[in-house]
């Protein structure tokens, strides 16, 4: 037994126990052992269990970080391409549904003299420009607010599409907006029949723009045009608009004005009877109604 034990590093039985101030970890270690521990030295955390690993671990998830960062970031490009190829597929079936035959009516004009249709594509997209100069807050209001719409838009529950409203921003917002232009829910497009519904209309569209512009001053993404003249020209474009609106057939009037109305009852009646029948008995009223994400 003696012999066994001694064996060990040298050690002898019944010597006297030396001890020293150091650690342990910091002596050197005996040339020829075969048993000594050999602990890292320096700022790296060093342990029983890993005893000479850390500075190599610590050099292996710094690259991991950075890999997980560039890949977040290639994601992050992936998505906001395909977002954008998602948007315009919904955007061109609405216009193939509001266009069956591939021949738009009078309604889908957008002008009523020469020029006025490239004008309007290039109001939308100095629209278009000016909505990206909105607040952080403004944009995350808007991306949260069109989801909502999209989501209580698709109707049936169906858990992949509401996944992708979720996934794809721009998806979202083209779906609200194609939807609400082919159902022609609009104000533009559907027009009052009586005076009491007229008075209705007027009134909610004055509250949507009260709301909009709270301060009494529009922003930046409310202005109609970026150069002299394009507000009024937008506001003839209005009411041109509201002049073909009248030209439809009356099976159109009618299925747009019950359109509206379902429109207004999913989207902003919220269960209450009473808006209910108020948007059934003025469906003008219920067209006039739009998402605190709107741009004036």
């Known amino acids: ?86 948007a315009r597929s919904v955007t ?13 009516t009078p309604q889908c004009t957008e002008g009523t003299y020469k020029g006025a249709a490239f004008e309007k594509r290039a109001m939308a997209l100095s629209a278009a420009f000016r909505l990206k100069q909105r607040s952080p807050a403004a944009k995350a209001h808007a991306l949260f607010e069109n989801r909502r719409r999209a989501i209580i838009a698709s109707e049936h529950e169906c858990h992949y599409e509401e996944s992708l409203f979720v996934r794809y921003p721009k998806l979202a917002a083209a779906f609200v907006l194609g939807k609400a232009e082919a159902m022609r829910t609009c104000s533009r497009y559907v027009q009052p029949e009586t005076v009491e519904e007229e008075y209705m209309a007027a009134a909610v569209d004055k509250q949507m ?31 041109a608009a509201a002049f073909r609106a009248a030209q439809k057939s009356p099976a159109q009037k009618s299925g ?35 998402s605190t994400a709107y741009g004036y």
């Open 1 to 86: 037994m003696a012999a066994f034990v001694s064996s060990f590093s040298g050690a002898k039985v019944g010597a006297r126990a030396e001890f020293a101030s150091e650690a342990v970890c910091a002596r050197a270690p005996v040339r020829g052992s075969k048993n000594a521990l050999v602990m890292i030295q320096g700022n790296a955390k060093a342990s029983v269990n890993m005893p000479a690993k850390a500075s190599t671990r610590g050099r292996r998830t710094v690259a991991f970080n950075a890999r997980v960062a560039r890949n977040r970031q290639a994601a992050a490009g992936i998505i906001s391409t395909a977002d954008d190829f998602f």
């Open 92 to 104: 061109m079936q609405y216009k193939a549904f509001a266009c069956p035959t591939g021949v738009y």
């Open 209 to 239: 723009k009260m709301r909009g512009a709270r301060g009494g001053v529009y922003s930046s993404s409310c202005v109609e045009g970026n150069q002299k003249g394009q507000a009024e020209q937008a506001r003839v474009h209005g009411l």
């Open 256 to 290: 747009e004005r019950y359109a509206a109305a379902k429109y207004g009852r999913l989207q902003f009646a919220h269960g209450c009877e009473h808006e209910e029948q108020e948007f059934n008995k003025y469906p003008a009223c219920a067209a006039a109604m739009r």
